[in-house]
């Protein structure tokens, strides 16, 4: 980032610059001159479109990445109406303002950084993000519906009646626009959109209740992430929602979710089969609700079953011979069925934490073996240093709202996130030199990422290799969990053996071993074929571990249109699931109400798993 040594500005004169910069760029836009558009970026410049620009989740570089995008979107896109939405700030040479503005076809709000370069003030980062659709907003505030119908009416139906109504005919004489497959966070979230933007959709999802994929796993799982940063769209937790929830509390807060906030939900269904059919132009998805099989004939069909949700089990020699309990920590039941037993838990990252944690808390012989290196953050260090300025109640008392710390992380191009992040976690590692000092020396093989940028970044380029904190890796570094490093070479009928020789007994097996890319359930319910055409799903192409180049300057495939037509995926955390539903559900609205979506530079497929 350039820089300059001047004195502080007022926020007026911060306004100033930014207001300046947003006519010049408007009036740039308007005579569609794009090469004086693209001139008011720096030389190092980044402009993030969430759907406004480019019905798509992208990122351009440069002026000729400005220009590229302006010269594909300018006419059609017809950009209007670039204003202040509060006053401008400015801090280190660099200031940043908050605007919005308007599209031929909806609204949206944005930031810019702007330096100063060659005496003139440019943009470094620009983030745009749609928020609506005209003349299809959401029912909410100054929209938001009436519910009683005063006067007399014959024909009256109440709201009971109406929801009846529909729940009979969906599936059968209706049939939904959009089928999200999973009715986790990720699908009720984008439910819960779908509906306030009135498109038809319905949400399946296998278990017998909304919230079920929490409550069915281990016993002592919890939130690692806090309360500020998993809010569901529309409806906050409550001011007395503890920081990190338990996971049957978050079971039931998303069946409780599901249903004020009515979301078409089908628990207890399953998808056993799917294929599009290009002459009608629908998907033909066969399911099981109840045992009994229904056809659903959707045109846009969406997987929301979860970016680490498919369990990635590896064939181990011996796995037939082994006598125990052998299972994946998706289906690790808790501690209590294996107390005075021996556990041998394969893998060293949050699941495998967790599970050693609780195991050893009701008196388990477990033994931890790590097969790569890990990297671990405290859980306190994160909330302070890493999340604090965003995610938090200070954040809050500073006027950082949930949405608008969305956007400040949104704003922030992946190309250069690392950046950020690694001085943050330089001071965490400092502040916890004692515990990563005897963590060490137990002989944890201990990582910061491959370029030290530590947690988020390892969780956006490959989903894996992190643990945060939360007290079991404290009975790793006393030894009170054994620790042995290396590769499993083959189980006996009551031990783990890895490469080397050594020996672990075992009563049980857990397979700590993570998860595969979301693709594999494309494949499991469509076919290989159309799995592969859709490639990977998540991953930067950073080029770093388990992220393979080329650079995608996105998530893969992740919330934005897919080189499978009608096909889009769906999911990440709460934080993620929450942020990005809205412009999925955007570009899903738009589809449904028959606005034209020419999609900029659509993903290309790079790897196939």
């Known amino acids: 980032m350039t820089q300059t040594l001047e004195p502080p500005t007022t926020t007026n004169d911060a306004s100033q610059v930014a207001q300046a910069w947003l006519e010049g760029f408007e009036a740039a836009l308007a005579a569609r001159d794009t090469a004086r558009a693209a001139a008011m970026f720096a030389t190092e410049s980044y402009w993030r479109d969430l759907v406004s620009f480019s019905w798509n989740l992208t990122t351009v570089e440069g002026r000729d990445g400005v220009g590229d995008l302006l010269t594909s979107t300018l006419e059609r896109t017809d950009p209007s109406g670039f204003a202040l939405d509060e006053p401008a700030d400015e801090a280190d040479g660099v200031t ?46 100054e929209h938001r519906p009436r519910g009683a119908e005063h006067g007399a009416d014959k024909q009256r139906r109440t709201w009971l009646e109406r929801r009846q109504e529909e729940a009979e005919s969906l599936g059968s004489t209706t049939q939904p626009y959009v089928l999200v497959i999973g009715g986790g966070q990720g699908g009720i979230a984008l439910g819960a959109r779908l509906r306030q933007l009135g498109v038809p959709s319905l949400v399946i999802d296998k278990h017998p209740r909304p919230g079920d994929q929490w ?31 338990p996971k049957d509390k978050i079971g039931d807060w998303l069946e409780s979710y599901t249903k004020i906030m ?23 998805v066969e399911v099981e609700r109840e045992g009994r099989p229904l056809t659903l004939r959707p045109t846009e069909l969406v997987f929301a079953t979860g970016m680490s949700g498919k369990p990635n089990i590896p064939e181990v020699p011996g796995m037939d011979v082994f006598a125990g309990d052998l299972h994946h920590s998706s289906a690790h039941p808790g501690p209590d069925a294996y107390r005075g037993k021996k556990v041998v838990v394969i893998g060293s990252n949050n699941s495998a934490f967790d599970i050693c944690g609780a195991l050893w808390e009701n008196d388990v012989d477990v033994t931890m073996v790590q097969r790569s290196s890990t990297h671990v953050v405290k859980s306190d260090s994160l909330m302070e240093i890493g999340l604090g300025d965003l995610y938090s109640e200070r954040a809050v008392a500073a006027g ?22 690694i001085p943050a976690y330089e001071a ?12 060490e020396a137990s002989g944890f093989d201990h990582d910061w990422g491959d370029d030290g940028s530590g947690l988020f970044m390892k969780y956006l380029r490959r989903g894996s290799g992190y643990y945060i904190d939360v007290g079991a890796a404290e009975l790793v570094a006393n030894g009170d969990v054994k620790l042995v490093n290396g590769q499993i070479d083959h189980l006996t009928a009551d031990a783990v053996v890895l490469a080397d020789g050594t020996e672990l007994p075992a009563d049980v097996v857990v397979l700590a071993t993570g998860y595969g890319s979301m693709n594999g359930w494309v494949a499991d319910l469509i076919d290989q074929e159309t799995a592969n055409r859709l490639g990977k799903v998540w991953g930067l192409g950073s ?3 388990k ?31 929450r942020h990005y539903s809205l412009y999925l559900a955007l570009q899903l609205k738009a589809r449904f109400e028959g606005i034209e979506t020419p999609v900029y530079a659509l993903q290309e497929v790079h790897h196939t798993s």
């Open 96 to 141: 940043t303002a908050w605007f919005v503005f308007e599209t031929a076809v909806g609204r949206g709000r944005g930031l810019v950084r702007l330096v100063e370069e060659e005496g003139r003030h440019r943009a470094f980062t620009f983030l745009t993000t749609l928020y609506e659709l005209k003349g299809h907003e959401e029912p909410r505030n």
């Open 543 to 545: 080029d770093t571990t």
């Open 215 to 245: 409550r069915n796993r281990y016993k002592s799982l919890c939130l690692h992430d806090p309360v500020w940063y998993d809010h569901l769209p529309y409806l906050k937790f409550p001011d007395n929602w503890p920081v990190f929830a």
């Open 547 to 577: 992220d393979p180049g080329p650079w995608e300057g996105e998530q893969r495939n992740m919330w934005k249109p897919t080189q499978v037509e009608h096909l889009w995926m769906h999911g990440g955390n709460l934080h993620q699931s």
């Open 262 to 284: 009515e979301v078409p939900y089908w628990s207890s269904t399953t998808a056993t089969s799917a294929f599009y059919s290009e002459e009608t132009g629908q998907w033909t």
């Open 428 to 439: 965490m590692a400092e502040k916890d030199k004692d515990f990563y000092e005897r963590l």
């Open 400 to 421: 950082v709202t949930t949405e608008k710390a969305d956007l400040i992380f949104a704003s922030l191009p992946y190309r250069i996130l690392h950046t950020f992040q």
